[in-house]
């Protein structure tokens, strides 16, 4: 009979499974080209994760049953090098994960916004062709959230990471016939390659500083929020930093903050549960984890408030001009994140605010999500009722007519060109990109025809029959 | 007469080789199809069975006391170690799967004998540890694709070019001694490998020649091999490893950049496959026993799903014709299996989590790190370039529009079965890979040993 930690560890590995079993019973059939029927798909789906809600609940139970806050759940070293001389592995890749006050309001709060959204979506997505893509991909992203929750290790956090940026982009690209989704798609998946390369770099840094890429190793005996990073100030700074910047891109926090609105092209319900509420969170996530980083460094706080509150009033501003009710909500969605971030950047000095900095992130989430879900009935409501009234409801004027003359020109250009953010990153960085590398590629068809004797490079293929649409440029040009 | 006793490695080679002169002569593309497909097959069972023998410990070094060469030559021309073992069954297997997903209607332009000929070199060079042995192999190794230019009518001399440059050094390299052979091995080394500014051979190759015939070339990454047995062990001085990692660094960056701006399939195949040639040859450099490790992981994965990645794109191919990406051609409602493919055996090449290259670019880029943060830098940006590069060609072929056939285009049960086969691969890598990553650990450290001291960790 196992004891009430045993029960805990096994229940915890429950939980864990469950998403994976999930993407497998899914994924699998689909790969063999026999995919399950929606009936299936939204039972397997209901199935398991409210299986995986109850068991991270239960450990939750277990926690507060027993009073111990760290629960781990170690599956060993996924791989591990040994050292010829029997000390410590020259590398190895836990696969751990924790259950504390942190992760298991993220793990409950992922199944249960999930479990919603998969409930909202079996109707939503009803004979919609990409209907079993759409369940698949949302268990990809299920899993990814719940193993970067639960994660003990930075490598187990990035793996979920990824897992949580793939899904993200291939669901903004879902509807597939239309050129639209793609190219935000694409967008979405190139800050989201930034942002992974940053927490690859941060996360590769702080094994080789610390020797771990355990949590419990970088915060040392204390559970979370008090634990206190043994590493020199520099190293905390200069590693706290590419976690500022890999969450800056998760979290669409400034210069990254373009590609939310574009993220609204998918599916009501990935947009509510994905980018209203999720993954949107997950780079703030990624600093409340690692917030013992930000007990040793002053100046990496100041960075991360700085950063949370010029996102906070870059999305205010953008927000309040915004005329779809989906862009709205995002930029919405972004001031609040912006506002979290700025509170883990203030539990340097008040570490209480970690705790606020949670309970704000949880609350929002929720939140948001019922306002996506509600989004598409409200547009029918106000419709319904300027049928009925014979005219447009009365709006109050935004809070940008406050502004004096001058500046509220300037204000209101400023929200409707969403901070040139998207121009700068088009002008500075795509653009000279894609110029540069076309530069190369026409010097390598010239060089390449000389040396086989033709005086020409090889003229580009012909465009196809039809009304070709043109794959996004890096560096789009704006309409 | 027992299962060591079976000459596995030789018949690996001659039993390709054999198929390639029996099909000499045939006119029928598809029984030459199918013959293709039965020597292959025997083919990838010898191989198999000497990594089993040499995995098991039933031989020592996949050799038998009934070789046959070695009553030729009066030694053994042909044998595996740790390195070269998990390699050998590894190219048999993608040669069979080129054959096995070669579509009907591409048959009669594909050359089943050369394919065959090409299966014996390529597994007689992963077979082959002499110097002199391997030089001529390498060599020999040239010449398959050449006639196939010939053959097609196409321009041949970017390709005689750079090979000229290549055999030429490789035999001053194998002809000289010290310093100077290193150097001039490693200059062949680069060539083969299709280092910047030597690369555009491997463009050339896959604008002028069958998709099969070039992926089959260049996917193994010869060059690594031929940096392995003939540079490392003639003891270069530093400056020549650093210089092998310098500009395989600059080329994985390069390839990377112009992958993500190619408008035609075939290039941005060639340069994503050219990045990841150089990732592995940055981790040479580097060799310290992890970053080597990391390295010769990623071969092996590279192998496997660039392979795969390579098959999708020859299947898109054969259905779509010359693939361009620069417009969207809403191909996902047609294929959808294949897009799944297509996608999966990319992300596995650029490491995505659960995948056969994840452990390998964590272990490239701890050991890159490790050796000076700027190199680390320069192998996540080239590894990040990729992925954007294979989002936006999966974005480009199969999304953006609908694609209406008026016949069915979807994947055909041969092509499903090779796919299946490398996804297969692909997950057992990313989901175990102890066993795999333990293997290339031990040749790495094997390598390390036979070139002296561990550089220590700065």
Not at chain 1, 165 to 180: D, I, K, N
Request: proline share 6%; hydrophobic share 55%.
């Amino acid at each position: 009979m196992p004891d009430l930690a045993q029960l805990a560890t096994l229940t915890g590995l429950v939980a864990l499974a469950t998403p994976m079993a999930l993407v497998a019973v899914l994924g699998l059939p689909s790969l063999v080209g026999r995919p399950l029927s929606e009936r299936a798909t939204g039972r397997a789906c209901r199935w398991f994760i409210a299986l995986g809600f109850l068991a991270t609940l239960a450990v939750f139970v277990l926690m507060l049953a027993t009073g111990d806050r760290h629960v781990v759940v170690n599956l060993g070293n996924w791989v591990s090098i040994p050292d010829a001389h029997g000390g410590h592995p020259k590398y190895h890749f836990a696969v751990k994960f924790e259950f504390d006050r942190l992760s298991v309001p993220l793990a409950l709060l992922s199944f249960s916004l999930c479990g919603t959204i998969g409930a909202f979506a079996v109707k939503y997505l009803h004979r919609e062709p990409g209907y079993n893509r759409f369940f698949v991909l949302f268990s990809v992203f299920l899993a990814g959230m719940v193993m970067a929750a639960l994660a003990d290790t930075i490598e187990t956090l990035f793996a979920g990471w990824e897992l949580v940026g793939l899904s993200s982009a291939l669901l903004v690209a879902f509807f597939h016939e239309r050129p639209a989704p793609s190219r935000n798609g694409l967008r979405v998946w190139i800050v989201y390659r930034v942002s992974d390369a940053a927490l690859l770099f941060a996360a590769v840094a702080l094994h080789h500083v610390t020797g771990e890429g355990d949590f419990d190793q970088l915060m040392g005996a204390e559970p979370w929020p008090y634990g206190r990073a043994a590493l020199p100030e520099l190293q905390a700074l200069g590693i706290g930093l590419l976690l500022l910047l890999a969450a800056a891109g998760k979290s669409a926090l400034v210069p990254f903050s373009g590609w939310l609105p574009r993220a609204m092209e998918g599916p009501t319900p990935s947009s509510a549960v994905f980018y209203g509420a999720l993954s949107v969170h997950l780079g703030a996530f990624l600093l409340l984890r690692l917030s013992p980083l930000i007990t040793v460094s002053v100046w990496l706080a100041l960075a991360v408030v700085a950063l949370g509150l010029t996102t906070a009033v870059y999305a205010y501003l953008a927000g309040t001009v915004q005329t779809d009710i989906k862009s709205a909500l995002s930029f919405a969605s972004l001031t609040q994140v912006g506002i979290i971030v700025a509170e883990i950047g203030l539990g340097h000095w008040v570490p209480f605010l970690w705790y606020v900095a949670l309970a704000h992130l949880l609350g929002h989430a929720c939140l948001r999500t019922l306002q996506f879900l509600r989004a598409p009935t409200l547009l029918q409501d106000y419709r319904n009722l300027e049928n009925a009234i014979g005219d447009r409801l009365p709006r109050a004027p935004g809070p940008l007519a406050a502004a004096p003359g001058r500046l509220r020109t300037r204000l209101y250009r400023f929200a409707l060109e969403r901070g040139y953010l998207d121009t700068f990153l088009n002008d500075f960085v795509a653009r000279p990109f894609v110029l540069v590398f076309r530069w190369f590629d026409r010097l390598e068809n010239t060089w390449t025809a000389f040396l086989n004797g033709t005086r020409e490079p090889a003229p580009p293929a012909p465009p196809p029959a039809g009304d070709p649409k043109p794959v996004a440029e890096l560096a789009e040009h704006r309409s | 007469m027992t299962f060591a006793s079976v000459p596995w490695l030789e018949l690996a080679v001659a039993v390709p080789l054999v198929g390639a002169l029996c099909l000499s002569r045939s006119r029928d593309a598809l029984s030459a199809s199918r013959w293709c497909l039965g020597f292959l097959g025997a083919g990838l069972v010898c191989a198999v069975a000497a990594w089993g023998g040499f995995m098991g410990g039933l031989t020592a070094d996949g050799t038998s006391p009934f070789d046959a060469l070695p009553l030729l030559f009066g030694r053994n021309v042909f044998a595996i170690d740790a390195l070269s073992a998990p390699l050998v069954p590894l190219l048999a297997l993608l040669h069979f799967l080129t054959a096995l997903a070669t579509a009907r209607t591409k048959m009669s332009r594909f050359s089943f004998a050369w394919l065959l000929a090409g299966s014996a070199l390529r597994v007689a060079v992963f077979a082959c540890k002499m110097p002199w042995d391997l030089g001529v192999l390498l060599v020999l190794a040239t010449l398959p694709p050449y006639f196939e230019l010939r053959r097609r009518g196409r321009p041949t001399r970017v390709y005689v070019i750079h090979m000229a440059l290549f055999v030429g050094l490789l035999v001053a390299g194998l002809v000289a001694d010290g310093t100077a052979a290193a150097v001039l091995l490693m200059g062949a080394v680069l060539v083969r490998s299709g280092t910047v500014p030597v690369h555009v051979w491997v463009t050339d190759l896959f604008e002028n020649c069958s998709f099969g015939t070039a992926l089959l070339v260049v996917t193994p990454i010869t060059g690594m091999y031929a940096a392995l047995r003939l540079v490392l062990p003639s003891q270069p001085p530093e400056w020549v490893l650093q210089g092998i990692g310098g500009v395989s660094l600059f080329t994985a960056v390069y390839a990377a950049g112009m992958a993500v701006v190619q408008t035609d399939a075939r290039r941005f195949f060639a340069f994503l496959f050219l990045s990841h040639a150089s990732l592995v040859l940055v981790g040479l450099e580097l060799h310290t026993a992890i970053s080597l490790t990391g390295a010769l992981a990623l071969w092996g994965s590279v192998i496997v799903s660039l392979g795969g990645f390579g098959l999708t794109l020859r299947a898109i191919e054969a259905r779509f014709g010359r693939l361009t990406l620069s417009e969207f051609r809403g191909l996902y409602a047609a294929s959808p299996s294949l897009a799944v493919c297509f996608l999966l055996t990319g992300l596995a090449s650029v490491g995505f989590p659960g995948m056969s290259g994840f452990v390998a670019t964590e272990l490239l880029v701890d050991g890159a790190v490790v050796a000076s943060p700027i190199v680390g830098l320069a192998v996540l940006v080239a590894a990040a370039l990729n992925g954007v590069a294979v989002m936006r060609a999966y974005f480009a072929l199969f999304t953006g529009d609908r694609y209406t056939p008026r016949v069915p285009l979807g994947i055909t049960l041969r092509e499903r079965g090779a796919v299946l086969a490398l996804t297969a691969l692909i997950f057992a890598g990313g989901f175990f890979p102890q066993a795999y990553i333990a293997s290339r650990h031990q040749a790495a450290e094997a390598t390390l040993e036979d070139r002296g001291a561990e550089k220590p960790a700065h």
